[in-house]
């Protein structure tokens, strides 16, 4: 039966008080931090570099230094009159700046199958910035036989066997792209999602290490073929920042603050936070992801950036981009992509449209899969619901 709306809001009407509460209670913390931050943000980052000292892993330290930043806003003073002289700024910066994109879609393995099996593809957009209007788009696949699937089956569930196969052709497509392109200073890549592989610590330790390899050896690739990389992270749960500010000023635990929520109240279109280094600790203070990265440990830097109207993206790159004076660059090329595409990096929405794998592609892929199975004399067997949904004409 469909939802009732009326049972749906006698039982939220029931709970009020309890949703009143939290709110509150948030509220006041937020009003909490917020004076710590404007605190805070008036000391030289020196100042509080030091104060972190006897902390381990505080969340973040100040890679930049700045001035004139109230509450950690450095101001980006970009507006126009028109939506076309922000195209122009867009064309000022990007022409000829190659972005790359790299994002991946999958088909799960079925109970409704007989034989385990799945399939992985990735999909990039690959855009020069050129007046002349050429971009690659392409795909790659891979299908997941039942031994590749099985492997550690019996501590891993077959999908997060799947999602691992995406992130490593997601990974090592772009660092192919790098190694095509050495010392590129008009190409920047892009990665959707967080360079700390943060989810990955509720794992076992084989995942957890999987993540953290693919995470380095991307970093490495971006540090030694000298080609910037940033990573985008839309809705960013992260509370590094959080974490600093709870250290240094003896604030009570928010375990519902996040850092862009508590940074972004007061940014424009554009402007954007200092840039940190990330030195996040696990959870509930176990060890976190990043003491498995090796020489990079210290090397993943961050900002948050006002990209929309509602709290800013967070930025994740190597360190070794802000140390090469790269990093105004890396963040108009962002802004820019974020003007084309009306709010989200275009390049990132566009891999995502090449990738993605539609329904009607699964029911081609069961079709082809029956179809090869019978000339291999597999005895492949589906459901009679699976049937009735691939085979139907």
């Known amino acids: 039966m469909p939802l009732k709306p009326t049972e749906v809001l006698y039982c939220l009407t029931q709970k009020q008080a309890e949703f009143q509460d ?9 009003q909490r931090y917020r004076q710590a931050l404007g605190a805070v943000s008036r000391q030289t980052a020196m100042a509080l570099f030091q104060q972190l000292k006897p902390y381990r892993s505080p969340g973040a330290h100040p890679l930049e230094p700045w001035s004139d930043s109230d509450h950690w806003v450095i101001p980006a003073h970009l507006t ?4 076309e002289h922000s195209l122009q700024w867009v064309r000022d910066r990007l022409t000829g700046i ?3 994109a790299v994002d991946g879609s999958q088909i799960f393995p079925s109970k409704e199958v007989s034989i385990p099996v799945a399939l992985v593809q990735v999909g990039w957009f690959e855009n020069p910035h050129l007046p002349t209007g050429t971009y690659e ?8 036989s039942p031994s590749e699937l099985q492997q550690c089956s019996a501590q891993r569930p077959l999908d997060r066997q799947v999602n691992m196969h995406r992130f490593r052709m997601e990974i090592e497509r772009l660092i192919e792209f790098m190694a095509i392109h050495p010392q590129c200073s008009d190409c920047l890549v892009f990665l959707d999602g967080s360079l700390v592989a943060t989810f990955a610590e509720v794992f076992d330790a084989d995942c957890r290490a999987f993540y953290a390899h693919w995470l380095v050896e991307l970093l490495r690739a971006s540090e030694r073929y000298r080609v910037p990389l940033v990573a985008y992270i839309d809705s960013s749960h992260a509370c590094d920042l959080v974490q600093v500010l709870q250290h240094v000023q003896d604030l009570p635990e928010a375990l519902s603050l996040q850092d862009a929520a508590l940074v ?3 940014m424009a279109w554009g402007d954007r936070t200092p840039l940190f280094w990330c030195d996040r600790a696990g959870e509930r203070c ?4 990043l003491q498995d990265y090796q020489e990079q440990a210290q090397c993943v830097a961050f900002t948050y950036l006002k990209t929309c109207d509602r709290p800013p993206a967070r930025l994740e790159m190597p360190r070794w981009i802000y140390d090469a004076g790269l990093l105004e660059f890396v963040l108009n090329c962002v802004r820019a992509e974020v003007i084309i595409g009306g709010g989200y990096p275009y390049v990132i929405e566009t891999a995502d449209q090449v990738a993605v794998l539609q329904t009607q592609d699964r029911q081609l892929f069961y079709r082809l899969l029956q179809q090869w199975a019978e000339d291999a004399d597999l005895n492949l067997r589906f459901s009679r619901k699976m049937a009735s949904k691939v085979f139907r004409r």
Do not use: C, H, M
């Open 22 to 30: 939290f709110n509150q209670t948030s509220y006041e913390l937020w």
């Open 80 to 83: 126009w009159p028109s939506r």
């Open 98 to 100: 190659t972005t790359f």
């Open 137 to 144: 788009k392409d795909v790659r696949l891979e299908v997941l």
């Open 264 to 266: 972004g109240a007061e």
């Open 286 to 289: 176990s060890q976190g992801i």
